[in-house]
């Protein structure tokens, strides 16, 4: 009998719901004996300064700081370092970028909407609903 998903793209923002929204990518996963990679996307800051080593040390910052978030997410969630994505960018295209490029087959992502209507979803659980090739479960919180 086939699984109804292989690998599965859990995509976080990190923020306070992440392992609430992990548990249910990591059940699912198990359930299906699919592989789950974890990926979080940092949107570059809009930080405007004279000093452009200013800009990047910035960056660095926030980049080592969600590296050491995710790890601990992923700690908490049984997640494998090698299956930790950690991009740059636009979260709706990395997100799709990365789903393409790792073959997954359902993506999960929370919804900071109100009471799980579509119009309320944020615009990046609305962009993967409307433009993923594969499902996508959005976990209301």
């Not at 405007?48 to 700690?75: G, P």
């Not at 799980?116 to 962009?127: D, I």
Request: proline share 3%; glycine share 6%; aromatic share 6%.
């Amino acid at each position: 009998m086939e699984t109804l998903y292989t690998k599965i793209l859990f995509a976080t923002d990190l923020g306070t719901q992440s392992l609430y929204i992990g548990e249910h990518a990591k059940k699912l996963s198990s359930i299906c004996q699919a592989k789950l990679y974890i990926m979080h996307v940092i949107e570059p800051p809009l930080i405007y300064t004279a000093y452009f080593s200013e800009h990047e040390k910035e960056i660095e910052r926030i980049k080592q700081n969600a590296k050491k978030s995710l790890n601990a997410l992923s700690q908490e969630l049984g997640i494998q370092p090698e299956d930790q994505i950690l991009a740059t960018g636009s979260p709706q295209e990395e997100i799709l970028e990365i789903r393409d490029k790792k073959q997954c087959d359902l993506i999960v992502v929370g919804s900071h909407g109100i009471g799980g209507y579509t119009h309320s979803l944020g615009s990046t659980a609305n962009h993967l609903l409307s433009e993923s090739k594969s499902d996508v479960l959005i976990v209301q919180v």
